[in-house]
């Protein structure tokens, strides 16, 4: 293609003419429009003409920028251009490479090298300026080595600004090129003393970014940190100044106790509020131990608290959430606030304050905490009351119920939480209740009453989220069943109508609880005729709160017995109330209930749905052997047909006797791998398999093609007449079960229709105010941690398995790893004690044959400790003459020099007498030595 011709360079257009040509396109042509745009910078930018090439870059680089074209086929015209001498084309040629230029793929950067070492020895401070910015963005290994002596000899310079811009591309450099560490550090170093808040603030900031990696090689530069803390009144210095102390104190305590007294002078006196939390914070990371001090940054927190800006009352929380570990006294002083804080409006004041809360609760309080959030959650929005909501089970369920004392209070918790209008935190609750029923034995008896309100509520049954809740009430009604005041009852609620709106998982369970249930009453019946050899119903007489006794399904009168009411009546007696129960129980009221399992099971045997059939067929085939026997009049024969049947019940019952404990988290992974087995690490294959077939995301196995399933929606308006179709006799069952459970059901409609709309499950009966100093007032008296009141009970017994598992390991402490800067900074600060520590460290880890002799120099040379002596000297003294040199300069090394000989020659005799005799000792101070291979004498 030809290159632009001379009417095309003087009518070309600019990048304003561009932009406004962008604005100006009608909607749906500015594709187009930018696309004949890029063909006509194509053609531009290959001009021979400096200026349409600049032109033509910088729109390219506006395209680039806002509209994402593609530039990097035009990095050899940026590279071109950069040799321009006029500034505002050589700026355009610099922007473009820092935009396009990859410094691990494009290979025309190396071609920038000569030009940018050029431009970093101008006379003029902006070419300078634009090679240092186009250096820190495009920087690999050989442009670092390359350029190197230039940035040396920047960080030295005259002019100021250069200088700032120097020290802020050197970072860059040091990552890419660790060598550079050894040439440039030192003067890197010496502007720390530098007077000019630019040049000073560029530095600090500076070792703020290396400190963060690894501390420990930075501890020697203490005393040039502190004179800046002292001394510099600039806040944006000051803060990172503190970000440095805050990564250093917790490595030398000794630094700790010199700098806590100027943070809190600056905390105390400035108005800043950026600096006075930064104060704050760092005395909460890394001076916690300091009362004083922490008290004085509480102090200030509540300041923040009380504030109307929302940035500050949300710092203050988050400074307070750094204090609720180890300090929960901080807390509690200002719970009035952060109680306050649930109902601002901002979100993340409300998560904030939230969390702070549950930092507060303990077995004293949490039945009140959780109160008052539950008041608090009923009347927030959805999204918050799940948030809630969710913190109370995390906070609850910590380190296996640790804050729980009283289980019968958090099962029924657990019960009206699922009844909140807006929770969706169903699977949570499931887990839990499933959990607690394993775990805590004491428990059951109320764990089986919650669950048998919840299922018997049809309400419930319409709301998709708390499905799970169900599933586990279900499964612990019919797990326990023979904790359960009325199993009928339980048996008619598992089969009510609106079960049809579950899903297929969640109805499963409900037919197996069905099974279970069915197999109790079966074996209880068998019991009370004569079946001696029937395994014997386990004792009632623990529990508590027994009361009710059995109703039949067709509501005939029982025959007169004891009050169960009155469990001590029937000890008395000396018989459990298991067994009066069962004298209660009747041919004609278990046939009822046979006969209502048949009908509504009897059309999910042919469900679609693998699960639900096949535990419809396990009921049904029970059914099937056992009702014979029931309606045969005489007795059951202790031989044939009838004793297998009646076995196959004893069987069955014993195996759903078995108590179900707690499986640990962990169990899994102690399962050894069987040899041979080769499991992919991924499924990639199944495409192939497939095809273009798309399989459907199911949480069941369904025997109906995949073709034919048609999505039903989670609400239908009418429940399937195909699936159930009740009979005259079931129907009557239900007018009874209405009857005698009307409040579980809505008023029938004389309409046609009936809808499926139900209310919420749970209509709260207290209206509860919008102030939130009715919140604080609630919490008043609940969030002060009082002396444990005797308790009328123990605690139950919460199961634990020895593996550990449910418990929160200990934070640990951070460790910093040494990379490749620190390394070279150590060197640099410390010299040859930098190395021989280092080689220490490399040597401790190899064996004992292959240790070299030289690595086993431990002693620290002399003219070191006196130079770390003189600068540590300085933080006592601010007031001191302040050294020139930073402890490199040759002065002090000669000063000292006849007492250096004599003090090497003592050490090296004593280590060389050392390594012929303890060899052992020596490798272990070696490894002890590498573990703190700073200064030992830092801040005397």
């Avoid at 910088?58 to 530039?71: F, Q, W």
């Avoid at 963060?212 to 005393?223: D, I, N």
């Avoid at 049954?461 to 809740?469: K, T």
Wanted: hydrophobic share 40%; aromatic share 6%; with cysteine.
């Amino acid at each position: 293609m030809a290159g632009p011709s001379l009417m095309d360079s003087l009518f070309q257009r600019s990048v304003d003419d561009v932009i406004k040509g962008i604005r100006l396109s009608p909607p749906g042509t500015e594709p187009a429009f930018i696309a004949r745009s890029l063909d006509e910078i194509r053609r531009e930018i290959k001009s021979t003409d400096p200026e349409t090439k600049a032109v033509a870059l910088h729109k390219l680089a506006y395209l680039h920028s806002l509209h994402g074209a593609d530039m990097s086929w035009a990095a050899f015209h940026a590279v071109e251009l950069s040799s321009s001498v006029a500034h505002h084309q050589k700026r355009v040629a610099y922007l473009a490479a820092s935009l396009s230029f990859d410094p691990s793929t494009t290979q025309v950067i190396l071609l920038l090298t000569h030009q940018l070492r050029k431009d970093l020895s101008s006379s003029n401070v902006h070419d300078v300026s634009l090679a240092l910015s186009t250096l820190s963005s495009i920087c690999n290994p050989d442009l670092a080595r390359d350029l190197t002596p230039e940035l040396f000899a920047l960080l030295g310079s005259s002019k100021l600004f250069v200088r700032k811009k120097a020290l802020a591309a050197v970072l860059r450099v040091f990552e890419q090129y660790p060598d550079a560490v050894r040439v440039c550090f030192k003067r890197v170093v010496e502007n720390l003393e530098n007077a000019d808040m630019g040049i000073l603030s560029a530095v600090v900031g500076l070792f703020c970014e290396l400190t963060e990696k690894e501390p420990r090689s930075y501890l020697p530069l203490a005393p040039e940190f502190y004179k800046i803390l002292v001394d510099c009144r600039n806040n944006w210095v000051l803060i990172k100044v503190l970000k440095i102390f805050a990564n250093l104190a917790p490595l030398e305590p000794r630094l700790a106790k010199r700098i806590v007294e100027p943070i809190c002078e600056h905390m105390g006196r400035t108005g800043a509020k950026s600096l006075a939390f930064e104060c704050v914070r760092t005395i909460m990371t890394s001076l916690s131990e300091y009362d004083s001090a922490v008290k004085l940054a509480v102090g200030k927190v509540r300041e923040f608290l009380l504030e109307d800006d929302p940035n500050l009352k949300y710092l203050g929380l988050q400074a307070l959430a750094i204090l609720s570990d180890t300090n929960v006294w901080a807390v509690l002083e200002n719970k009035d606030l952060v109680v306050k804080a649930l109902s601002d409006v901002d979100e993340n004041i409300k998560l904030e304050a939230l969390r702070l809360v549950m930092c507060m609760v303990s077995e004293d309080n949490v039945m009140e905490i959780c109160r008052i959030l539950i008041s608090q959650a009923l009347k927030s929005d959805p999204k918050f009351c799940n948030e809630i909501l969710d913190f109370i089970l995390r906070t609850c369920s910590r380190n296996l119920y640790e804050v729980v004392y009283d289980f019968d209070w958090y099962v029924s918790f657990l019960g009206d939480m699922a009844r909140v209008p807006h929770c969706h935190m169903g699977s949570e609750i499931e887990d839990q209740l499933v959990d607690i029923g394993m775990r805590v034995k004491d428990a059951r008896f109320q764990l089986v009453q919650v669950a048998r309100d919840l299922v018997i509520d049809p309400a419930l049954l319409g709301n998709p989220f708390i499905h799970g809740v169900l599933a586990a009430a279900a499964w612990i009604s019919g797990e326990y069943v023979e904790l359960s005041r009325n199993p009928f009852e339980i048996t008619e609620a598992l089969l009510q109508p609106r079960t049809s709106l579950l899903t297929p998982s969640v109805r499963a369970v409900y037919i197996q609880s069905v099974f279970k249930v069915l197999v109790f009453c079966l074996n209880s019946y068998l019991k009370l005729n004569g079946d001696d050899a029937l395994p014997s119903v386990p004792a009632y007489s623990d529990f508590k709160d027994n009361e009710g006794d059995f109703e039949t399904v067709a509501s005939q009168p029982l025959p007169d017995g004891p009050d169960l009411d009155n469990p001590n009546l029937a000890a008395k007696n000396g018989q459990n109330l298991s067994s009066s129960r069962t004298q209660h129980l009747s041919l004609e009221s278990l046939m009822v209930v046979i006969n209502l399992i048949e009908t509504n099971l009897g059309p999910l045997a042919g469900s679609n749905e693998v699960e639900v059939q096949e535990r419809a067929r396990n009921v049904l085939g029970l059914i099937k052997l056992i009702k014979p026997i029931l309606l045969d009049q005489r007795e059951v024969d202790t031989v044939g047909e009838g004793l297998k049947h009646i076995e196959v019940v004893k069987l069955i019952f014993g195996a759903f006797s078995k108590d179900l404990g707690p499986v640990s988290s962990n169990a899994q992974e102690r399962v050894p791998v069987p040899d041979g087995l080769v499991l992919k690490e991924n499924l990639r294959d199944l495409d192939d398999i497939c095809g273009e077939t798309q399989l459907p995301v199911s949480t069941s196995f369904s025997l109906v093609k995949h073709s034919m399933v048609v999505e039903v929606p989670s609400h239908p308006e009418h429940p399937s007449k195909e699936e159930f179709e009740p009979s005259s006799k079931s129907t009557s069952l239900l007018a009874e079960h209405r009857k005698r459970h009307g409040l579980y059901y809505l008023p029938s409609e004389k309409a046609g229709t009936t809808s499926n709309d139900y209310p919420p499950a749970h209509d709260p009966k207290e209206t509860i105010t919008d102030e939130a100093e009715d919140l604080v007032k609630l919490t008043e008296q609940s969030l002060v941690i009082r002396k444990k009141p005797n308790q009328a009970k123990p605690r139950p017994v919460v199961v634990k398995l020895d593996d550990g598992e449910g418990f929160n390991l200990a934070a640990k402490t951070p460790e910093f790893k040494a990379d490749v800067i620190s390394g070279a900074v150590q060197e640099v600060l410390l010299g040859n004690e930098a190395t021989a520590s280092t080689s220490r460290r490399k040597s401790s880890n190899r064996s004992s044959k292959r240790r070299v002799v030289n690595d086993l120099n431990v002693g620290v040379s002399e003219p070191k400790n006196e130079t770390v002596k003189a600068d540590v000297s300085e933080i006592g003294n601010p007031g001191s003459g302040r050294r020139k040199h930073h402890g490199h300069g040759k002065e002090r090394k000669n000063r000292n020099s006849g007492k250096d000989k004599d003090h090497e020659n003592k050490d090296k005799q004593k280590s060389e007498h050392a390594h012929g005799k303890h060899r052992s000792r020596h490798r272990a101070d070696g490894a002890l030595a590498a573990q703190s291979p700073v200064i030992p004498d830092f801040l005397l």
